[in-house]
């Protein structure tokens, strides 16, 4: 059974004549990473903010574990890293987090704890002002993960890394999420959500226009078939495999059916006389599709049966 741990229903905040966000309602699942994806401006922060309590909605509502945000147990349970961490730079990273979890009446060992998870314990004595930029944000993951809660919210986590540190917060991530936390991250780097994410929401322009696993976004896999001529190609591929399977993509066409039909695909050809300069498997990317949904044109395609614009 799946406990959806994070739900909206409707929320929305407006600044002035902007609607920022706009009837967002997503749901975040107990033990999952949940990629909260969308370009420049689309309104991630500000919902995670409204989910975190820092932002008023104008309308709609959000519950985490059930209760409001702000809220004693929403705040025991949720950890947050949105914009940046703020820490003093002059203190080492332990006793950054050390003033963090005296105020919130936390165990000696929390800290030391958190510093472990993050991969900081030997640099922890380290002042902050010291720190790489990654480290940076590992520190605020571990601030973020004080006191063990049971969900994450992390605003853009490699937002600013090299790839190196990028792959490290990944594997961090991971590593979380392996060990019992469910995670929400915001993220427009596509191929970082489509690697750690299990479901997606996708945000434009304050809207979110699909919820779903990637693999759904994504649409599974299809075949690319470039033939000559390619219009009876076409043609001859839909009287075996149905109509609306086939699309055109570029100079080849796109056929959205198991790879594993692919021998029957190049006999059919060969048998009408068509040549078939290639078959392969082809899989969309969360690129792709993204691409697709938010700008109205994909750098791939979009086949009927596939489109992803839905919300499960
Ligand atoms: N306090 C505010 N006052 C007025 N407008 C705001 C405020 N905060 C956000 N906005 C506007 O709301 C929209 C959504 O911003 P938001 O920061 O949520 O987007 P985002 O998806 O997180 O973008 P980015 O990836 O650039 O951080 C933007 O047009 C932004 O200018």
């Given at each position: 059974m799946t406990s959806d741990i994070v739900v909206t229903d409707k929320l929305t905040k407006r600044y002035g004549e902007h609607?920022?966000?706009?009837a967002v309602s997503l749901t975040v699942r107990a033990g999952e990473v949940y990629g909260f994806l969308g370009p420049n401006g689309a309104g991630k922060t500000t919902t995670l903010r409204m989910l975190t309590g820092l932002v008023r909605p104008t309308s709609g509502t959000a519950t985490l574990f059930g209760c409001t945000p702000g809220d004693s147990t929403v705040a025991a349970r949720t950890g947050v890293l949105i914009e940046g961490p703020g820490f003093f730079?002059?203190?080492s990273g332990r006793d950054n987090l050390r003033v963090l979890s005296r105020y919130r009446r936390l165990p000696d060992d929390a800290v030391q704890s958190a510093l472990h998870r993050v991969g900081l314990r030997d640099r922890?004595?380290?002042?902050?002002?010291?720190?790489s930029l990654g480290m940076k944000q590992r520190l605020g993951v571990a601030a973020a993960l004080l006191g063990e809660p049971d969900l994450l919210i992390l605003d853009?986590?490699?937002?600013?890394?090299?790839p190196a540190g990028m792959a490290e917060m990944r594997e961090l991530i991971v590593e979380l999420a392996n060990s019992g936390h469910s995670v929400m991250l915001s993220s427009h780097m596509l191929s970082e959500v489509q690697e750690i994410c299990d479901r997606v929401g996708v945000i434009s322009r304050g809207e979110l226009i699909a919820q779903s696993t990637v693999a759904e976004l994504r649409g599974g896999t299809s075949l690319l078939v470039r033939a000559d001529p390619r219009e009876r190609a076409a043609t001859v591929l839909e009287e075996l495999?149905?109509?609306?399977v086939v699309d055109t993509v570029g100079d080849a066409l796109a056929v959205a059916?198991?790879?594993?039909l692919a021998p029957k695909v190049a006999r059919v050809l060969v048998d009408a006389g068509i040549d078939l300069h290639e078959l392969s498997r082809r899989e969309r990317s969360l690129e792709d599709v993204f691409f697709a949904m938010t700008s109205?044109?994909?750098?791939g395609d979009r086949t009927a049966s596939n489109d992803p614009r839905r919300v499960s």
């Open positions: 609607t920022a966000v706009d730079p002059y203190l922890g004595h380290d002042r902050f002002r010291t720190y853009e986590p490699t937002n600013g890394l090299d495999l149905g109509r609306g059916v198991s790879p594993e109205g044109s994909s750098p």
